[in-house]
C-alpha cells in the first residue's frame, strides 16, 4: 500500500464502511455518518485521491480502489464489515465483494453499474466529449490530469460482466432512485443477476443518500437488521 487513507470514525459496534462516489469526499454521507453511528462503527473513507486522501503512484482504477479497501480493513484489524457503496463507490464495493466475500458481512450498492453503459446517455455523452477534449490538452497542461483521471474512470470504467455476479453470495441490497442517472433497467440486471439480492426504488434521483436521507436511511436500516 502506498498511501493512507483519509477517513473518519463514530460510533460503536459492528463496522459500517461508507463509500463515496467519483468526484467526492466522505462528507457526501453527512446524514448517514450521524443516523447509523447509532448502532454501528461509521468508518467513512476517502478514496484514493479523493477529498484528503492523497493520490498516491498506484493506478487510478476501481480495482486499484478495492485493493485499498483490503488494505484498509486489514490495516485497522477489521475482519468482517457492512459495505456501503455509492455510485463509484458501489462499483469499488462490489469488486471488493466479489474479491473478498469473505470480508463482507452485507452489501448496499447505491446507483452503481457494471459498466459505462449503464449510465444514461443524457449523462453518459457530455462526459465522454469531455473526456476525449481534454485529452488532447492533457500533454503540455498538467492541471487538467487530475480532473481528466475523474473522468476516465466514468468513460472506460467499470467492467463487471453480469455472469460474474452470479456467484456473489453475499446478502445485498440494490437501491437506486426513480430518475437516477443509472438506467433502471440496468439497476435491475444488477439485482438479476446477485442471487437473493433486494432491490429498492425510492423516489428521487442518483443522490438519494443526501437528498431523501430519511428514506434512504430507514431502508438500509431494514437491511442490515434482517437476519
Not at 455518518?33 to 482504477?61: C, K, M, N, Q, W
Not at 453475499?170 to 440496468?186: F, K, N, Q, S, Y
Not at 438479476?192 to 434512504?216: M, N, Q, T, V, W
Amino acid at each position: 500500500m502506498d498511501i493512507d487513507l483519509y477517513y473518519i470514525v463514530k460510533g460503536s459496534g459492528k463496522p459500517l464502511i461508507l463509500l463515496h462516489g467519483n468526484g467526492e469526499e466522505h462528507t457526501y454521507f453527512a446524514h448517514q455518518i450521524e443516523y447509523f453511528s447509532l448502532h454501528y462503527r461509521v468508518f467513512a473513507v476517502d478514496t484514493r485521491g479523493h477529498g484528503s486522501s492523497p493520490r498516491g503512484t498506484a493506478p487510478f482504477t476501481i480495482s486499484q480502489f478495492a485493493e485499498d479497501l483490503h488494505d484498509f480493513v486489514d490495516n485497522h484489524e477489521i475482519s468482517k464489515a457492512y459495505v456501503l457503496g455509492f455510485s463509484d463507490g458501489g462499483n469499488i464495493a462490489l469488486t471488493f465483494a466479489l474479491r473478498y466475500p469473505e470480508r463482507v458481512d452485507k452489501l448496499i450498492l447505491n446507483g452503481a453499474n457494471l459498466f459505462p453503459a449503464g449510465v444514461k446517455p443524457q449523462v453518459q455523452i457530455p462526459i465522454l466529449l469531455q473526456y476525449y477534449a481534454l485529452s488532447l490538452f492533457a500533454g503540455w497542461m498538467p492541471k487538467v490530469k487530475g480532473y481528466l483521471d475523474l473522468l476516465r474512470l466514468m468513460v472506460k470504467e467499470p467492467n463487471f460482466r453480469p455472469e460474474e455476479l452470479c456467484n456473489l453470495i453475499v446478502p445485498t441490497l440494490v437501491i437506486a432512485g426513480e430518475h437516477d442517472m443509472i438506467r433502471e433497467e440496468h439497476t435491475r440486471l444488477i439485482n438479476a443477476s446477485i442471487p437473493g439480492s433486494h432491490l429498492c426504488i425510492l423516489p428521487g434521483d442518483h443522490f438519494l443518500a443526501s437528498k431523501e436521507y430519511a428514506r434512504f436511511n430507514e431502508v438500509v436500516e431494514s437491511f442490515l437488521w434482517e437476519c
